[in-house]
T-cell receptor
Framework: QKEVEQDPGPLSVPEGAIVSLNCTYS??????FMWYRQYSRKGPELLMY????GNKEDGRFTAQVDKSSKYISLFIRDSQPSDSATYLC????????????FGSGTRLQVQP | EPEVTQTPSHQVTQMGQEVILRCVPI?????FYWYRQILGQKVEFLVS????????KSEIFDDQFSVERPDGSNFTLKIRSTKLEDSAMYFC?????????????FGAGTRLSVL
C-alpha cells in the first residue's frame, strides 16, 4: 500500500465550478499537510498548509483534514481557467523528519 | 519576493558523464532539499541538508549522488556517473527553520536529460 494515494485524474470542470481534490494516507505519523500547485514543467508552489483536523480557508481555497479517517481535501470555489494545473498533496511526519512525501498529483483542467 | 533559483533550466548529458545541478536557496534559510520527479511520476525526496551535513537521505540517494554547499549561497547536487534512469526534473527546496511551519519553497527545477 502506498503511503499517500491521490487520484491522478484528469479532472475537467467548467469555469465557476467547485472542485474537490482528495488524498488518503496510511501512516498516522503524518501530522503536517500541504497542498502544492504545479504548472507544467515548473516547481511546486505552496497553496495551503494545515496541521490539525478541520478546515482552513484562504480566499477561494479550503483545505480540510480528517486525521481519524486519514483523509485530506482541497476545495476550490469559483474555479478559473488559470487554476488549470496539477495539484499535489504533501505531508510530513512528526518524527523530526522534514522530507515531504507527495501524492502523485491530480491534473485539473478548468474549461472556459 | 525571495525565491529559490536553479541553474541550468535544462541539462543534456551523455550516459556516464558527471553533472552538477546548482541551486541558490532563499538567503536566510537554513534547511535545504533536493527532490526528483521522473516524467509522469510523483515528486520524490532525495536528500536534506542542514548545518553543512546531510540530515537525511532516501534510498534513491546512493553513492552516485553527493551534495555540497561550497559557499554561503550555493547548494549543489552532483551525479557522478549518470545513467539513463537519472533523466528527470530535479527540484531544490529551502526552508527557513524548524520553528517555522515546515514550509519548503521550491525552485523551478532543472530538467536533466541523459542520452
Amino acid at each position: 500500500q502506498k503511503e499517500v494515494e491521490q487520484d491522478p485524474g484528469p479532472l475537467s470542470v467548467p469555469e465557476g465550478a467547485i472542485v474537490s481534490l482528495n488524498c488518503t494516507y496510511s501512516n498516522s505519523a503524518f501530522q503536517y499537510f500541504m497542498w502544492y500547485r504545479q504548472y507544467s514543467r515548473k516547481g511546486p508552489e505552496l497553496l495551503m498548509y494545515t496541521y490539525s483536523s478541520g478546515n482552513k480557508e484562504d480566499g477561494r481555497f479550503t483545505a480540510q483534514v480528517d486525521k481519524s479517517s486519514k483523509y485530506i481535501s482541497l476545495f476550490i470555489r469559483d474555479s478559473q481557467p488559470s487554476d488549470s494545473a496539477t495539484y499535489l498533496c504533501a505531508m510530513i511526519k512528526d518524527t523530526g523528519r522534514r522530507a515531504l512525501t507527495f501524492g502523485s498529483g491530480t491534473r485539473l483542467q478548468v474549461q472556459p | 519576493e525571495p525565491e529559490v533559483t536553479q541553474t541550468p533550466s535544462h541539462q543534456v548529458t551523455q550516459m556516464g558523464q558527471e553533472v552538477i545541478l546548482r541551486c541558490v536557496p532563499i538567503s536566510n534559510h537554513l534547511y535545504f532539499y533536493w527532490y526528483r520527479q521522473i516524467l509522469g511520476q510523483k515528486v520524490e525526496f532525495l536528500v536534506s541538508f542542514y548545518n553543512n551535513e546531510i540530515s537525511e537521505k532516501s534510498e534513491i540517494f546512493d553513492d552516485q549522488f553527493s551534495v555540497e554547499r561550497p559557499d554561503g549561497s550555493n547548494f549543489t547536487l552532483k551525479i557522478r556517473s549518470t545513467k539513463l534512469e537519472d533523466s528527470a526534473m530535479y527540484f531544490c527546496a529551502s526552508m527557513l527553520g524548524r520553528a517555522t511551519k515546515n514550509i519548503q519553497y521550491f525552485g523551478a527545477g532543472t530538467r536533466l536529460s541523459v542520452l
